[in-house]
C-alpha cells in the first residue's frame, strides 16, 4: 500500500466506527486481562460465553484463587485449552497478589512475566486499559496486514513493527481495533467480502472478489 493512501484508508475507517471496542466483555482491568488471556485460540464469542458466568461469583485475583483448578475449570471447559488456561490463569493471579498488589501492571515487561501473557495480550491490556498506541497482532491483523499491503511481514513482530511505523499517530490507538474488526467480518480469510469493504480503493489486493 502507498504511504499516501493509509491516512484515508484509515480516515475511512474511522469515520465508519469513530470510537472502536474491543468485542471481549469486561467491568475491570482484571476482567480485561483474564478475558484476553482465556482468549487465545479461541473466539471473543466463547470467552464472554464462559466469563458471563464466571465473573459474578470471581472477578478479583482473590476470588479466583479461591476457586482453585477444579473450580476454575468448571466455569471456563467450553473455551478451547481450559486446563492449561486455569492454570496459567491461578499463577498469574498469584503472581498480580505478591508482586502488585492485586492490580494489574501498566508496563509490557511486567505483563509478559505473569504466566499465559504474551506479546499479543500484553499489547492488547496496554492498549484497551491504558490507551497505549500498541499493535496486538492476531491471525487476522496479520491477514490484513499482508494481504492490503499495509504491512506485510512473514511474522506477528514483523507485522506489528510495520504497523508501528506506517499508522499515523492520528490512528494509533484504534488501529488494531479497527484492523481486527476488518479481518473479522470483511476481509475474511477464505473469502474476502471486497464488494462490501469500504477501504477496498485503497487496498493492494489484486483481483477484488465481485459480489456474488
Not at 488471556?37 to 466469563?51: F, G, M, P, R
Amino acid at each position: 500500500m502507498k504511504a499516501a493512501l493509509i491516512e484515508p484508508f484509515f480516515a475511512t475507517l474511522q469515520a465508519a466506527n469513530p470510537n472502536p471496542q474491543t468485542e471481549l466483555e469486561y467491568q475491570s482491568h482484571f476482567e480485561l486481562l483474564t478475558a484476553v488471556l482465556l482468549s487465545a485460540q479461541a473466539t471473543d464469542v466463547s470467552v464472554n460465553k464462559a466469563t458471563r458466568v464466571l465473573f459474578p461469583v470471581a472477578n478479583t485475583p482473590q476470588a479466583i484463587l479461591a476457586l482453585g483448578q477444579e473450580g476454575l475449570e468448571s466455569y471456563i471447559k467450553t473455551i478451547g485449552l481450559y486446563r492449561s488456561k486455569a492454570r496459567h490463569l491461578l499463577q498469574t493471579c498469584q503472581l498480580l497478589m505478591e508482586r502488585h498488589g492485586g492490580e494489574v501492571p501498566r508496563t509490557r515487561q511486567a505483563l509478559e512475566q505473569l504466566p499465559g501473557v504474551g506479546r499479543k495480550t500484553a499489547n492488547v491490556v496496554l492498549n484497551v486499559a491504558f490507551g497505549e498506541p500498541t499493535m496486538a497482532v492476531d491471525t487476522h491483523i496479520f491477514r490484513v496486514g499482508n494481504r492490503t499491503g499495509l504491512a506485510p511481514g512473514k511474522t506477528p513482530l514483523a507485522v506489528e513493527q510495520q504497523l508501528l511505523r506506517r499508522v499515523p499517530d492520528a490512528y494509533a490507538v484504534g488501529a488494531h481495533h479497527w484492523l481486527i474488526l476488518l479481518g473479522r467480518y470483511v476481509c475474511q480469510a477464505r473469502k474476502p467480502r471486497c464488494w462490501e469493504c469500504a477501504v477496498a480503493a485503497y487496498c493492494d489486493y489484486q483481483p477484488k472478489t465481485p459480489a456474488p
